[in-house]
């Protein structure tokens, strides 16, 4: 079993156990594995002169969850779970501080808590768990109601802290470009959903042409490309470089289409521009000869596939931007904190 001493730390119970209740928490070491002892516990860590946390503590997370509470960070998604699970019970106790300094706006009463397993408990099937389910659906953790209650006031913390310090800082509804531009940002969706307009310079190349001839192809298209570096415009290179039968009236329409229709090399070429209009590729070899592709604009096209995920993607994006803000509110928080970690 284990103990606390008047300062709150563990005591490590063994033959000869060694007391760290008395230690100043940055010396703190953890117990060493020595043969006819037996480590039953031990801090892992401490938030300034919160509470310590226990390894049992972590051990619980992994083992019943949740594993995240607040948050992961500064772990990652390849760190071990046990990482995570520390990491997230460092950020509480950070949490669980500031919610002290904003008492009484942010407070739990007994009969909130009280409320709150009401709630549990009369959920519907096959959610239902009635009180005495519940209690020895605890013993068999081998938690106490008491454990259980902290346990939800922490969380009801967590929730009135984001409301109070976090969600105010989010933007209260997504405009129609910023839920665009996080359906570009996922995978795959980019090149479908992207329309470009387009001029071109192609210096055709035939495929049983002399190796000689090719090469001066390639020369003739590496120097209209150095041309339009030098500053020429492009419609003067298309009449210069460009096969007679694939000239452009400086005047006509540009080509438009999804950047999904374009070969693999060009579409590549287009999207390191950022797609900028006025920018340009570099000359590309293509079946039909050297291309040199001219933006003269894009825009977002609206698929069926965004449509339906529409209002679904802007409760994500005002995720990413929750997550994005209280990482920022931690990082300020671990730079004022004393945090000790028991290696």
């Keep these: 079993m284990y103990l606390r001493s008047r300062v709150g730390f563990l005591l490590w119970i063994g033959l000869g156990g060694t007391v760290y209740g008395d230690q100043p928490a940055q010396v703190l070491q953890a117990p060493a594995k020595i043969e006819g002892r037996r480590w039953v516990d031990g801090v892992v860590a401490q938030v300034d002169k919160e509470p310590p946390i226990l390894h049992s503590q972590i051990q619980e997370k992994v083992e019943l969850g949740p594993v995240v509470l607040v948050s992961a960070y500064p772990a990652t998604e390849e760190d071990p779970v046990y990482k995570k699970a520390l990491q997230d019970a460092i950020n509480l106790g950070l949490v669980l501080k500031r919610a002290r300094e904003l008492l009484p706006e942010i407070k739990i009463t007994p009969e909130e808590i009280d409320e709150q397993i009401r709630m549990i408990v009369k959920q519907p099937e096959p959610q239902k768990l009635d009180l005495r389910e519940l209690e ?80 001066e192809k390639k020369k003739w298209a590496q120097e209209a490309y150095l041309k339009l570096k030098g500053g020429m415009e492009f419609s003067t290179a298309i009449r210069l470089y460009s096969d007679p039968n694939a000239q452009e009236d400086s005047n006509a329409a540009p080509t438009q289409m999804k950047l999904a229709e374009l070969p693999e090399s060009l579409r590549d ?26 933006v003269i604009g894009s825009e977002f096209a609206k698929s069926e596939d ?38």
Excluded: C
């Design 136 to 215: 020895a659906f605890l013993q068999d953790q081998h938690k106490t109601m008491e454990s259980f209650r902290k346990d939800l006031e922490n969380q009801m913390i967590v929730m009135r802290f984001m409301g109070r310090e976090i969600l105010p800082l989010v933007s209260k509804k997504a405009t129609p470009r910023d839920i665009e531009a996080f359906y570009l940002q996922q995978p795959g969706h980019h090149e479908n959903a992207v329309e470009v307009k387009l001029k071109q310079i192609l210096i055709a190349v035939d495929s049983n042409a002399s190796p000689a001839l090719q090469e």
């Design 269 to 294: 070429a287009l999207s390191s521009l950022g797609l900028q209009p006025g920018s340009f590729t570099e000359p590309k070899l293509t079946p039909q000869g050297y291309r040199i592709l001219y």
């Design 306 to 343: 965004f449509l339906r995920q529409e209002k679904d993607l802007e409760e994500k994006l005002r995720k990413v931007q929750r997550e994005k803000e209280l990482v920022a509110w931690l990082q300020k928080a671990r730079n004022k904190a004393k945090i000790y970690l028991v290696h």
